[in-house]
């Protein structure tokens, strides 16, 4: 009985031992292929960082123990400076229960902004309450369809002009793509890896977004924190 013990504690060790190899080889590859890409499109890549968008508060959504930040690509798109990475948390034992998954993984895409941030978050509602027969065209069907917080009533009625609400409900983008203001950064994420040309499309999405917002409110934000 001890020693088929002894043999199952064996290959235990050893299947560990493989598994972790494995995971380590195919993360080298992941690396050299996203190193790849970012020679080929002029842009930088880091395989960690503990604070890639300095003090941007990441979305709640997100967050969890033994959080990291991976596979950093930072560059520019036209004029703005954007980056773009993974950010993981350890799973809780409920989550890993039946699925073998250890960590969850979000890719998160930023794009710096001309001045410093009030908090302010917008996420499609996951279902839109429906209107009344009185509704506003523009307004009150941007309150159905939307869910927003911000820490500045001045800032969010600046960013969230009618013109603004008008085009995010028209914009298919705004139903996958949630967005954070924070810090210096407007940002988006999504739970999945990064995937380099995804993660433009998200980035042309919130630079579309900032070139709605009128320069005057970067201007008249403190620039202390």
Known sequence: MEGALSVIA????????GAIAVAAHFRKDRAAELRSWAREHGWHYTDHHPRPLEGTVLPRAVHGQHARSQHVLTGRRGAHL????EYTHAASASDRRGTGRSRHTYRIVAVRTPGPNAELEIRRRVAPRSATADSDPTDTLFELA?????????????????STRAWLLADTRSRSLPVRFSGDHVLTWAPMRLDPDRALTAADYLIDLLDRVP??????RPTGR
């Open 82 to 85: 954007v980056t773009a990475f």
């Open 10 to 17: 064996l290959v235990a060790v050893v299947v560990s031992a």
């Open 146 to 162: 939307f869910h927003t917080f911000g820490s500045d009533a001045a800032f969010t009625h600046a960013v969230l002009d009618r």
């Open 215 to 220: 320069a005057a409110v970067w201007h008249e």
